[in-house]
């Protein structure tokens, strides 16, 4: 058992996943969580085993927006602290817009899945972060800067006020708050195969360095805000989104 644990959400694939990777290769005991049990298993087995280090990564299946289903994730804890809470979940939610309630049903399923999920998992943890030194990251999303993704826009938003309420809440227990917001990102599944090669060549061309994202990327981000190196950064937004938003 490593003597640092980190929860990451959304760890099942993609950025989550990249993310539990490179924290437990950190040396971190990493919990992932989230809703589809197979591919949970999947990734904490790989990684286990690319790193040799049975038990390294856990999981636990929980819908995040259910209060129920988070306490449990807080009992899986078992009582040990937390250095790091990543909240990784998240999507982008459609739906008819041509009601009002239509308009109100993906407005809820939206600030649902991208706020309400990372405020219950940081509350339900919050009693155990580590005190001095517990890390508390959000992952959120270009769309939250630029625009353009409607109510998921408007969800990645709210996590950033809401980082900066909850930094200078916890700061005085030399806990940090930051938010990661990536920008264009292959090999998710955020876009659901709905990407054409016209949409993914301007995302590209909208960068300064030429490249898409990885899930890597982002990984490396989170890797530095979880560590050591970076008690003294709270309370901010890191693009890391190739020069496609400069820097706010």
């Known amino acids: 058992m490593g003597e640092r644990l980190a929860v990451v959400s959304g760890g099942g694939t993609g950025i989550g996943a990249a993310i539990a990777r490179v924290l437990a290769v950190d040396g971190f005991d990493v919990l992932v969580v989230g809703r589809r049990e197979e591919a949970l ?79 219950l998992l940081t509350e339900a943890l919050r009693p155990a972060l580590r005190r001095p030194g517990g890390r508390v990251i959000l992952v959120s999303s270009i769309a939250a800067q ?52 016209q949409g993914h060549t301007r995302r590209v061309a909208a960068t300064l360095v030429g490249r898409a994202g990885t899930p890597d990327d982002i990984a490396e981000a989170v890797r530095y805000l979880a560590g050591p190196a970076a008690g003294y950064v709270t309370g901010q937004v890191l693009g890391v989104n190739g020069g496609s938003v400069l820097g706010r």
Do not use: C
Request: aromatic share 6%.
């Open 41 to 119: 298993r999947a990734t904490t087995a790989r990684i286990s085993w690319d790193i040799a280090r049975p038990g390294a990564v856990r999981a636990v299946v929980a819908d995040l927006a259910d209060p129920e289903q988070v306490s449990r994730v807080a009992e899986t804890v078992e009582g040990r602290a937390v250095d790091a809470v990543i909240n990784n979940a998240g999507s982008y939610r459609g739906g008819d817009s041509g009601t009002l309630a239509g308009v109100a049903h993906q407005w809820r399923a939206n600030l649902d899945a991208n706020v309400l999920t990372a405020v």
């Open 146 to 197: 630029q625009g353009g993704g409607g109510p998921y826009s408007a969800a990645k938003a709210a996590l950033h006020g809401w980082a900066y309420d909850l930094a200078a809440q916890l700061g005085p227990e030399q806990i940090t708050v930051n938010v990661v917001s990536p920008g264009y990102v292959t090999d998710t599944e955020f876009f659901g195969g709905r990407m054409t090669p």
